[in-house]
């Protein structure tokens, strides 16, 4: 578990691979030449819309047509290069089927894992690092600094003008997650769970203790490990990390909802 590369950048730079292809098949028992055959079922309604992206991101991308999803990277680099500059694109994001990488990964945040050959961002550098022994391990402090680099370009994002980068590339974003076998859900409302899912990490104040039953390190708490994997990676980056990073979240879903944040 401790040597997989930051997930949230993932969330924060927004917005293939992985994903569940669901195939429906119908078995058709023959009718007696006497019954009556009951009038087709109705095909579900889509569930409604929670979120929706403004209606001017629509027209904007009618106005000025989107490059297609598989031709979609350069423009993708170049908007987020606007925000965080090119030289942190070049050191943070695989620069490659981006919106697909992040589409998957959004996807998988609220779940046990995510997948680490589809993230959007590059690897921590290092290595991690714990105290003690197999037996009675913890966190060591100085793992923390590892995040460091990619929290301080998260922390001087305006989230603001992140959410009007995907308003604008939203289209794609919602054919990647479509791709992924949601033909009828809402890549936004997807997104906002996963947000909501982030901002409810616990934020524990002592040291985090740690066991390694095979290879990995795992948490000895069974809550925290039974936790999604968005969640144990911001408890992964250390408290003053994670409060960084649940600060630009409640921003980067207040742009999203267009929701007023509290003070």
Do not use: C
């Not at 997930?7 to 669901?22: F, N, P």
């Not at 009038?39 to 569930?47: K, Q, R, V």
């Not at 997650?177 to 901002?199: C, H, Q, T």
């Amino acid at each position: 578990m401790m040597k997989k590369p930051i997930i949230a950048l993932a969330v924060l730079l927004i917005a293939g691979g992985l994903g569940v292809w669901y195939h429906l098949t119908h078995r058709h028992a023959q009718a007696p030449a006497s019954a009556q055959l009951p009038p087709p079922a109705s095909a579900a309604a889509p569930p409604a819309i929670l979120h929706p992206v403004p209606g001017s991101a629509q027209a904007g991308a009618q106005a000025a047509p989107l490059p297609a999803l598989n031709d979609s990277d350069a423009a993708i680099r170049g908007a987020l290069g606007g925000l965080i500059g090119t030289a942190a694109v070049r050191q943070f994001l695989v620069p490659t089927d981006m919106v697909r990488r992040i589409v998957v990964t959004v996807d998988n945040l609220r779940r046990d894992k995510a997948p680490s050959d589809k993230l959007p961002v590059v690897a921590v550098a290092g290595t991690f690092l714990a105290q003690g022994d197999d037996q009675h391990a913890s966190v060591d402090p100085r793992n923390y600094a590892r995040y460091t680099p990619m929290v301080d370009v998260i922390r001087k994002l305006d989230m603001q003008a992140l959410a009007n980068v995907y308003f604008h590339f939203y289209p794609l974003f919602q054919s990647a997650y479509e791709g992924l076998g949601y033909p009828n859900a809402y890549f936004n409302d997807r997104l906002i769970k996963v947000i909501d899912s982030m901002l409810a990490a616990p934020q524990p104040t002592g040291p985090v203790e740690l066991v390694r039953p095979n290879v990995l390190y795992q948490y000895a708490d069974p809550a925290l490990e039974a936790r999604p994997a968005g969640q144990k990676l911001l408890i992964r980056m250390g408290p003053d990390n994670e409060a960084q990073i649940k600060k630009k979240l409640s921003e980067l879903r207040a742009a999203l909802t267009a929701t007023p944040l509290k003070h």
